[in-house]
């Protein structure tokens, strides 16, 4: 759901990256937070466990510029994705208007995506929403490991609607903004039709 | 499909800070927040450029959803108000027509019975405003009226990424 302010004019929306455990999606927003100049970017906030694993989520306001005479604001979350966590990670999609899916490349991290591709399809239906038609991104990540899977055995797999793929390497930047970019262009693509 | 946006007009603005900056004065706060349930900040008055306003609306929020989630756990339907108590400050939470958060953060030079008074008065003066405000969105939406968005270009969204 988009906060559209005509008072101060504003634009903020909602990215939620979504994916399982040890993914890759708190590196992706680390990542883009120290390659995001000061004037554009508030405070990185990471609600994490003492072994610095996501307890809740973290978050990151940005400020892309300004589009039609309003100031566009993105704030991006991370869900916690291990499996336990589940009734937090239903809160956070509240209000959400784009997701990334941070896809671990290693085979025998498969059946994690698949299942958190699933919960994430049934979370989102909780609120309302439905993963077929919400501005969506899908992040191969770990390209660099040598267990990693070839591209297009992970794109048979975890690809289902022809959404915007992307190879990443989030410790050093692959893909990190290409992906952004693309669910962010969705996302101003949606309110162009309401 | 992404649920409808949440519109803010100029004159409900204005009309929300006012009762805002009287909250404020009566409850003698250091601070009040109005927050979207989502963690975006709506409007705000007081002593705020001490805070990081941005990470207060989404931490309120936040704390606000996990607090919702354990109300559903035990069969209740939500915790309507918040409190937590520091050394020197104190934070009053409160939910205002079930899409907005109100959040005041005061000192001793005020005390935890007035600012509950004070917000329950308030909040009744910004639903009628929220209650306005939506009625004029539907009435916008009914009317077909363009929004300014409708006509975002491409090269509207390349720039922003070029920037």
């Given at each position: 759901m988009t906060f559209i302010n005509y008072a101060s004019k504003e634009i903020n929306c909602k990215i939620v990256y979504y994916g399982p455990g040890l993914g890759g999606k708190t590196t992706n927003l680390q990542y883009?937070?120290?390659?995001?100049?000061?004037?554009?970017?508030?405070?990185?906030?990471?609600?994490?466990?003492?072994?610095?694993?996501?307890?809740?989520?973290?978050?990151?306001?940005?400020?892309?510029?300004?589009?039609?005479?309003?100031?566009?604001?993105?704030?991006?979350y991370t869900v916690?994705?291990?499996?336990?966590?589940?009734?937090?990670?239903?809160?956070?999609?509240?209000?959400?208007?784009?997701?990334?899916?941070?896809?671990?490349?290693?085979?025998?991290?498969?059946?994690?995506?698949?299942?958190?591709i699933r919960n994430l399809e049934s979370n989102l239906k909780e609120h309302g929403l439905d993963l077929k038609t919400i501005p969506y991104a899908l992040q191969f990540n770990k390209r660099d490991l040598p267990t990693s899977m070839p591209v297009d055995e992970l794109y048979r797999t975890l690809n289902f609607k022809r959404e915007p793929t992307f190879e990443a390497v989030a410790p050093q930047g692959v893909g990190v903004f290409d992906t952004l970019k693309a669910v962010a262009k969705l996302i101003l693509i949606e309110l162009r039709k309401r | 499909?992404?649920?409808?946006?949440?519109?803010?007009?100029?004159?409900?603005?204005?009309?929300?800070?006012?009762?805002?900056?009287?909250?404020?004065?009566?409850?003698?706060?250091?601070?009040?927040?109005?927050?979207?349930?989502?963690?975006?900040?709506?409007?705000?008055?007081?002593?705020?450029?001490?805070?990081?306003?941005?990470?207060?609306?989404?931490?309120t929020a936040g704390n606000v959803a996990a607090?919702?989630?354990?109300?559903?756990?035990?069969?209740?339907?939500?915790?309507?108000?918040?409190?937590?108590?520091?050394?020197?400050?104190?934070?009053?939470?409160?939910?205002?027509?079930?899409?907005?958060?109100?959040?005041?953060?005061?000192?001793?030079?005020?005390s935890l019975g007035l600012v509950r008074l004070r917000v329950k008065r308030a909040s009744g003066d910004m639903e009628r405003i929220f209650d306005t405000m939506a009625k004029k969105g539907e009435a916008a939406e009914s009317s077909g009226e363009a929004s300014p968005f409708s006509e975002i270009t491409e090269e509207d969204i390349d720039a922003l990424f070029s920037e």
């Open positions: 883009i937070y120290n390659k995001t100049a000061p004037d554009a970017k508030g405070k990185m906030i990471s609600l994490a466990t003492e072994a610095d694993r996501t307890l809740f989520f973290d978050f990151l306001p940005l400020d892309l510029g300004t589009i039609r005479g309003f100031t566009t604001r993105f704030h991006l916690p994705g291990q499996v336990f966590y589940d009734a937090s990670r239903k809160l956070i999609l509240k209000g959400v208007d784009g997701v990334v899916f941070v896809a671990d490349s290693q085979r025998e991290r498969m059946e994690a995506n698949i299942e958190s | 499909m992404p649920s409808a946006n949440f519109v803010v007009y100029e004159d409900e603005f204005r009309q929300l800070e006012d009762a805002l900056r009287r909250l404020r004065q009566e409850a003698n706060a250091k601070a009040v927040f109005l927050i979207d349930k989502n963690g975006q900040q709506i409007a705000s008055t007081g002593e705020i450029e001490q805070f990081d306003t941005t990470s207060l609306a989404s931490l607090t919702d989630g354990l109300a559903k756990l035990i069969g209740e339907r939500e915790f309507s108000v918040l409190f937590h108590e520091g050394q020197q400050d104190h934070i009053h939470i409160s939910i205002v027509g079930r899409r907005a958060i109100l959040l005041v953060i005061f000192d001793d030079r005020s």
